[in-house]
């Protein structure tokens, strides 16, 4: 439930201001954000249907792990789902854009840190690299400020993913390294 109520919280404030760039925003983030949190819903299901059990942090289907990471995954904007990242960003406020890219990861990022040793590592590490690569490239040709922290974004968080299987607790720190150092590049912008 609390990934929704961040969801939910977040949408009128991006509504906030009547243009056009803001609700198309707004709604490819509500999109992006059910979108993934049926996934998570469907992947919970699969799990019960299986095994009996409602708990999410301990999906022993290999079905629910993959359903799983893609929501996440998609939650997150890691690479190759982080197509809506970028332009959500450069369609809010300064103030939306820096909650965006801070408080609303981490809702997701304790639930990846309470599964993680339940997904596959491999696909973890894939995921991370790919993030790296794509956050890295895509943010060399941006001239604006909201899209480089974009791919800024999907590049920190591949560091993550790609630490996450060898060393939660590493992750958490880079988590609040990235959480510090951007709330104080958007506040300082």
Request: charged share 5%; no cysteine; proline share 5%.
């Amino acid at each position: 439930a609390g990934l929704e109520i961040n969801t939910l919280a977040i949408i009128p404030l991006m509504a906030k201001k009547h243009q056009p760039r803001a609700t198309e925003a707004a709604t490819k983030y509500f999109l992006i954000q059910a979108a993934s949190s049926s996934m998570i819903l469907f992947s919970t299901s699969i799990n019960a249907w299986h095994t009996g059990d409602w708990s999410i942090t301990q999906p022993s289907y290999q079905t629910t792990s993959i359903l799983l990471t893609l929501a996440l995954t998609m939650k997150l904007a890691l690479a190759p789902l982080h197509f809506w990242l970028p332009e959500v960003l450069q369609g809010t406020t300064l103030l939306t854009a820096t909650i965006i890219a801070t408080w609303q990861k981490l809702a997701p990022m304790a639930l990846l840190l309470q599964v993680s040793q339940t997904l596959n590592p491999t696909v973890l590490m894939l995921l991370g690299i790919l993030s790296i690569l794509i956050g890295g490239w895509g943010g060399l040709n941006q001239t604006q400020l909201r899209k480089i922290m974009a791919f800024s974004s999907i590049a920190h968080l591949g560091w993550m993913m790609a630490v996450l299987p060898f060393s939660p607790p590493l992750t958490t720190l880079n988590l609040l390294l990235y959480l510090l150092m951007t709330l104080t590049t958007f506040l300082l912008i």
